[in-house]
């Protein structure tokens, strides 16, 4: 005769887990009245022993799994922590020719841009994963379309002090450019 401890382990998920807990608990430990009531007491005078490791092996499941649990909520909220972090010093370490491209982005509130395919920068950009290609068609074979990744966007929209001085310099360049001729 063989034990599927496979089978029984994807049988006790935590709900059924919590509930040997409680009824095992409430017999081993409940009032003898309710017991008594409910009609259990022949049944826990002759499986007590028994009752009595189901409900340490449940309750060691199911304190195994809620640690499983909090364990990988925590270790999400460190990983999405870290990757915070991460990103912050990779905008706070831009070259001021990368902040320059950027600025685009946040002066006009553009999610597209054009960049030539040679720009050094650009490409630099992609490789620290602020910007993306975001077509493989080209303008004349030159310039491709680059985005800006959405958690940049949020980052610089939030922090525009991340971009000075180019990011002013960029907006004056573009009020001029705006501004009707006097």
């Known amino acids: 005769m063989t034990i599927d401890l496979r089978g029984i382990a994807d ?3 935590p709900p059924l887990l919590i509930a040997l807990v409680g009824v095992s608990g409430l017999l081993l430990f409940g009032p003898s009245q309710l017991v008594r009531t409910l009609g ?3 049944l826990l005078e002759k499986y007590r022993p028994l009752i009595g490791i189901i409900f340490l092996v449940a309750t060691a499941l199911t304190a195994i799994a809620g640690f499983t649990y909090l364990r990988s909520v925590l270790q999400g909220w460190y990983q999405a922590f870290q990757a915070h972090r991460r990103r912050m010093a990779c905008l ?10 950027l600025a685009e982005y946040i002066v006009f509130n553009k ?3 054009q960049q030539l395919i040679s720009d050094g920068v650009a490409q630099g950009l992609v490789h620290k994963t602020i910007l993306y290609r975001s077509t493989i068609l080209s303008d004349e074979w030159l310039a491709f379309g680059y985005n ?13 002090e991340l971009l000075e001085p180019q ?8 009020q001029k450019k705006l501004s009707p001729r006097t």
């Not at 706070?92 to 491209?101: G, N």
């Not at 990011?167 to 573009?174: I, K, P, R, T």
């Open 11 to 13: 049988a006790l998920k």
């Open 40 to 42: 259990l007491a022949a």
């Open 92 to 101: 706070q370490s831009l070259t001021p020719a990368e902040r320059s491209v």
């Open 111 to 113: 999610s597209t841009t």
């Open 148 to 160: 800006l990744q959405p958690w940049a966007s949020k980052m610089l929209r939030a922090q525009p």
């Open 167 to 174: 990011l002013s310099q960029y907006e004056q360049h573009a």
